[in-house]
């Protein structure tokens, strides 16, 4: 299942996203772009908001949207682990 991704390395906290499309993308405690919500990604405000981005910071990954756990492997965030 798609799931929405934010790079926080070529993210420069812009908020053209968040503008977009407040039900997914809001600002992380360092002010750049993060994602708040997986639900219903497929409509105009997401893909616009995404098509926004300045340097192609947010894209969509596969993924289990309904998973606690976080897939490392297959995104930017950069975890513990």
Known sequence: MKKLNVNKEACIGCGACVSIDREHFGFDENGYSEVISND????????????????????????????????CEHCDHHCEN
Do not use: F, K, L, M
């Open 40 to 71: 219903n990604i497929e409509g105009d405000a997401t893909r616009n908001a995404i098509a926004s981005c300045p340097t192609s910071a947010i894209s969509y990954v596969e993924g289990d949207t309904n998973s606690d756990e976080h897939d």
